[in-house]
């Protein structure tokens, strides 16, 4: 998940983007997430850790509004958590749902159509993550850590903190258990313009 905060002052530069206190999800027959208190603050780089099962989907989806808690709060920014801090959000939890007959560079122009957001953002997303413009290949053969940059790229259009609605996308998953080594190169150059990061959950 990407979160984007404006430059912080003196003030404010510690202040979390993202903080949880006692956060609670219980399903009928089990509790996915169990008393969670998370502050999330600008010019960092953070990953939820922890086997299947253990809550971090869920606990995103709590984060961005995708789940109602059992108990406790959400604050984004500062504020108790409304539909309009989303428009500071970019995200991608499972997901999104890739084109798998287009590029990379395709499959971001269909998204950037759907947010009604120029070609220019789609070149600019794919030099952060560090993706070719110019690569014709398609997504059903990229790696597991190429998909991975590819939903950034999805996440990061239209830089989040601008004011355009957004929708948090799902990273297509494996469902498979497996251990992936996730290059967390690209998120570094964000630290300095403070935002936060959450990279996919594994």
């Known amino acids: ?5 404006p430059s912080p002052d003196r003030n404010t530069e510690d ?3 993202i903080e949880t206190r006692g956060l609670s999800k219980a399903f009928r027959r ?14 960092r ?11 971090k989907s869920t606990t995103l989806k709590l984060i961005l509004g995708l789940s109602e808690p059992t108990a406790g709060e959400v604050r984004l920014f500062g504020s108790p958590w409304s539909r309009q801090a989303l428009s500071r959000i970019g995200a991608s939890i499972n997901g999104p749902s890739f084109y798998g007959h287009l590029s990379a560079k395709q499959n971001l122009m269909v998204h950037a159509h759907l947010l009604g957001m120029p070609g220019s953002e789609v070149n600019r ?3 952060e993550v560090e993706l070719d413009a110019s690569d014709r290949k398609k997504t059903r053969s990229f790696s597991t850590g190429i998909k991975g940059r590819l939903a950034l790229a999805i996440a990061m259009l239209g830089d989040p903190g601008r004011a355009h609605p957004r929708r948090a996308a799902e990273r297509p998953g494996s469902g498979r258990h497996r251990r992936v080594a996730y290059d967390a190169a690209p998120l570094h150059g964000h630290r300095s313009h403070g935002r936060a990061l959450q990279p996919p959950a594994r």
């Open 1 to 5: 998940m990407l979160m984007y905060s």
């Open 125 to 127: 997303v794919l030099a």
């Open 45 to 55: 780089v953070y990953g939820l850790l922890g086997p299947n099962g253990a809550g």
């Open 30 to 43: 089990a509790t996915a997430v169990d008393s969670v208190d998370l502050a999330v603050r600008p010019g």
């Open 15 to 17: 202040a979390p983007v």
